[in-house]
């Protein structure tokens, strides 16, 4: 994913901690209900060592 990508250029230490799949929240929305049903968890932590600031 992008965000995370620009998050790592950033200074960013990314990883993924949670994938868990529960009911839709919405089911009778459209689309695919195994996507709209899986919620993944981030911890975001700032790197040891940052890259220099422009």
Same mark, same amino acid.
Request: glycine share 6%; aromatic share 12%.
């Given at each position: 994913?992008?965000?995370? %990508?620009?998050?790592?250029? /950033?200074? +960013? &230490?990314? %990883? %993924?901690i949670? &994938?868990?799949?529960?009911? #839709?929240?919405? #089911?009778?929305? !459209? *689309? %695919?209900? =195994?996507? /709209? =049903?899986?919620?993944? *968890? +981030? /911890?975001?932590? /700032? =790197?040891? !060592?940052r #890259? #220099? &600031?422009?």
């Amino acid at each position: 994913m992008e965000f995370f %990508e620009k998050a790592k250029v /950033r200074g +960013w &230490t990314c %990883e %993924e901690i949670l &994938t868990r799949k529960f009911s #839709p929240m919405f #089911p009778n929305d !459209s *689309g %695919e209900e =195994s996507i /709209r =049903s899986t919620v993944h *968890g +981030w /911890r975001l932590m /700032r =790197s040891k !060592s940052r #890259p #220099p &600031t422009s």
